[in-house]
């Protein structure tokens, strides 16, 4: 089959496309490796798993210059494919992004071996010992835009857990993807892992996702990673489980009992640290006993930072510099310098606000009063909810899981940042000493 491979690798460098033929038994053959290799990754040592991380992290340093090289042919390519600035910058590596990914690859490392240990343990009264232990799904689909960092992190969490993983990122990100699946694949072949654990799809071919999509019987979970309309296209066309998130229209609420200099200071950041990503806040709620006095220095410190406002009539009432929003705004996910605003007459009246128009990500709360903050957190219906703090923090590294694969807004099979623990399973193993069922 070294013959598909090495067309595949001709067609992403020139654009052009397979016939369905050849692209149909390209995308078999990797599903095939990555399958049989899965029925071996469960009895791969935890040495061996870290092993390939450590190999990984060292040859990412030692390949650093390379990697940023041929990140820049994806960054010279930019503009032809009409990314916007914040997903340029999803697509720059820079000597802190990579420093980054090497981080990520020791962290997963210092995790325990999540494969073989017992979730729980009980003797029943027959005799018999039940264990629930932990073990890998299996095949993982991987699909994911720009951000050619998430090749490594995706590669060390699925290893880690025991999956097989086969990598598909887009087009923009192309050579910098090659250039870190290469040191992956070369790790994993130096710490004796089983040969295809980690494949990188090496054809821009859009037909290729639908390929895989269909092969329930060889893939156990599609994970997409990206654009709304990437992820509604794997939901209605996969025909095994998808963990997903659709969008992250992130709230932060300023209760009545704010601290105004935490709520600009959490509100800046959770805004404008950076605008591209998908725990970044969209959308801002003021409880109407706070506006008068809160709103115009929260509005002032975004206008400075040069994010548009689109307000609710009250609002603009307040801080004439905002927009009128349409209702459309405020289920908008912006990925840039705009915000909807909001004016809540009630806490109860923000948490429906809220619950109606989230995609269920992240949503923040800034206040002074634990009833609040209880009420907030209990009643929210979102993968993760903040109290006084911003809602950057919704993300694998920060949660103490390492890197992440994705965060899940589904709540089958994980909810919120999915690490090592997520792509597991369980199964029952039964211990007896020839006891029978009478």
Do not use: W
Not at 206 to 212: H, S, T
């Amino acid at each position: 089959m070294r013959y598909f491979i090495l067309k595949a690798r001709k067609t992403a460098d020139t654009g052009n496309s397979m016939n369905n033929a050849s692209l149909t038994e390209y995308c078999l053959d990797i599903a095939l490796k990555a399958k049989t290799a899965s029925l071996l990754m469960p009895s791969v040592s935890g040495e061996q798993k870290n092993n390939f991380l450590t190999f990984a992290a060292e040859m990412t340093a030692e390949k650093k210059d390379f990697i940023l090289a041929e990140n820049k042919k994806d960054l010279d390519a930019a503009p032809s494919f009409g990314l916007t600035p914040a997903e340029t910058d999803r697509l720059l590596l820079n000597e802190k992004r990579i420093g980054e990914m090497i981080t990520a690859l020791y962290e997963v490392a210092a995790f325990p071996d999540p494969v073989g240990s017992i979730i729980e343990s009980t003797v029943r009264p027959s005799g018999i010992e039940v264990q629930k232990v932990r073990v890998p799904l299996g095949v993982v689909f991987f699909i994911y835009e720009s951000r050619p960092n998430v090749t490594a992190d995706a590669a060390a969490i699925c290893v880690k857990s025991g999956n097989a993983v086969i990598l598909r990122g887009g087009k923009e990100s192309f050579h910098s993807n090659i250039a870190i699946a290469d040191i992956l694949t070369q790790a994993a072949e130096k710490a004796g892992l089983p040969k295809n654990a980690v494949q990188l799809v090496r054809t821009t071919d859009r037909d290729a996702v639908g390929a895989f999509l269909k092969m329930s019987d060889k893939i156990t979970v599609t994970i997409p990673r990206g654009g709304e309309s990437l992820i509604r296209r794997v939901a209605a066309e996969a025909t095994m489980p998808v963990i997903k998130h659709f969008a992250g229209n992130c709230h932060v609420y300023i209760d009545q009992f704010a601290d105004a200099d935490v709520a600009e200071k959490v509100l800046v950041n959770a805004k404008c640290q950076r605008m591209g990503v998908c725990n970044a806040a969209e959308s801002l709620v003021v409880h109407r006993a706070a506006a008068a006095t809160l709103l115009p220095r929260l509005a002032k410190a975004l206008l400075d930072r040069g994010v548009e406002l689109r307000g609710c009539t009250e609002s603009c009432q307040i801080v004439t510099e905002m927009l009128p929003a349409a209702e459309s705004d405020f289920k908008t996910e912006f990925h840039g310098p705009v915000m909807s605003v909001k004016i809540a007459a009630t806490l109860d009246a923000a948490i429906e606000h809220i619950n109606r128009f989230s995609d269920g990500h992240t949503e923040a709360i800034i206040t002074k009063d634990l009833n609040s903050a209880r009420e907030f957190t209990n009643r929210i219906d979102s993968s993760a909810v903040m109290v006084n703090t911003s809602t950057r923090f919704n993300d694998g590294g920060q949660f103490g899981l390492g890197a992440e694969i994705g965060i899940s807004t589904d709540k089958f099979h994980a909810r919120g940042p999915c690490g090592i623990k997520e792509l597991t399973t369980y199964k029952y193993i039964v211990y007896g000493n020839g006891q029978i069922r009478e």
